[in-house]
Structure formats: C-alpha cells, structure tokens
C-alpha cells in the first residue's frame, strides 16, 4: 500500500489525515525523523508556517525533509504548507526556514490585508469536475513562479481575481487554499496519483 505522511508539528493535521484515509491510502502522522524513513509522499497541512518551521527546525525534520525533496518524493502544501515549499517568502519572519522546494515566491497573509478569510471559485488545470470552493484562511498567494513551475489555478473571480493559488513543480503540489476543510477530496486524489507515479 501506499504510505503517505502528514507533518504533525501544527495545523490541521486531522484534516489532511481523514482526507488521505478516504483517499485509499495508509496515512500516519510524521513528528520524528524516523518516521520519514517509509513514507512515499508527504503533506505539510495547513497551520502556522513560523511555528511550524520552528517546531521542525527543534524536532531535526529541517534537513531531512529538504533531502527527502531533493531526492524526489512528493510533497503536498495547503496554505502554510505551501508557504513552507516556498524558495522565497515575503512579509515571513527573519527567522522562518522552508523546506526549499518550490522555486517561486509567495506572500504571507496577502488576502488578509483585506479579509482573514474568504471563499471564492477556483478551477484547477489537470482537476476535472469543476471549479473548487476554495477556503482561504490568513491565505499566501503566489507572486512569482520560476521557470519550472506550473501554474495550476488562479482565483477565479473577486477583488484577488487573477491571484496564483494553487502550483506543481515536479513531485511537489500547493495551494493557497485547504480542500481538506470542505469534504472535496479531487487534490489530495491528485495528489495520491502524483505518488504513486513516483513509487
Ligand atoms: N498565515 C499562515 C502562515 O503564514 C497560514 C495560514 C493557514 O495555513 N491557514 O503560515
């Protein structure tokens, strides 16, 4: 079977693990570095990204999770998590790290200027099946994206109309957004495929 970890140190671990359960694989929550030893795939959840940077950077997943990357295992980001990918982060705090994997810059908090949250249609190229609904909380979005990096969805409508928020590059996926807070289980699906491509 697929094993598939979810990054435990904060956030909504329980979401990304209840929509991967759903998804027909074996998903277990990740805290120690061992635990990365036979997992296929990676999601870093939802949460808060200068906690969660700190908490692996005490816990020693820093570097492993950066060479687990390197080596190619697929990883998955929601909102925090996609901030976590990020090669460059702007309004982060001095001393957040990323797991380096995706080369693009994102900005923390940007809708939250405006709003804390809000929900706005988003279509996902590759996704079939319609526009996600997708949730924004204290949400990055993308500013720019380097030369590898797919640009998968954009904020449909709205004042952020236009916003990249969802991207792939090789193995690694992110979103703004957290489908697993609305029961639509099409990303994480995508994202299993993604793994189990890379087995
Ligand atoms: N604002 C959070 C951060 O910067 C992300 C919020 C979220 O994951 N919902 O890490």
């Excluded at 079977?1 to 671990?13: E, F, M, R, T, W």
């Excluded at 816990?59 to 687990?68: A, H, N, Y």
Aim: with cysteine; net charge negative; aromatic share 6%.
């Amino acid at each position: 079977a697929v094993n598939i970890g979810v990054l435990a140190l904060q956030g909504d671990v329980r979401e990304h693990l209840s929509a991967l359960a759903e998804s027909d694989v074996l998903a277990r929550p990740v805290r120690r570095p061992e635990e990365l030893a036979d997992i296929d795939g990676l999601v870093l959840p939802g949460g808060e990204s200068t906690a969660i940077s700190k908490l692996a950077v005490t816990f020693g997943l820093l570097d492993p999770i950066r060479k687990r990357i390197a080596d190619g295992m697929p990883v998955y980001g929601s909102c925090a998590g996609m901030i976590l990918l990020a090669t460059d982060v702007l309004d982060g705090r001095p001393d957040q790290e990323s797991f380096q994997g995706i080369e693009m810059t994102v900005r923390r908090n940007a809708f939250g200027r405006q709003v804390d949250s809000f929900e706005a249609p988003v279509v996902i190229d590759d996704i079939d099946g319609g526009p996600f609904h997708a949730v924004f909380i204290r949400a990055p979005w993308v500013e720019e994206v380097g030369g590898d990096v797919r640009v998968l969805g954009r904020v449909a409508e709205g004042a952020a109309a236009g916003r990249i928020v969802a991207v792939r590059q090789g193995n690694l996926l992110a979103t703004a957004f957290h489908p697993e807070l609305t029961g639509d289980l099409r990303v994480h699906r995508y994202f299993v495929e993604m793994v189990r491509q890379a087995l």
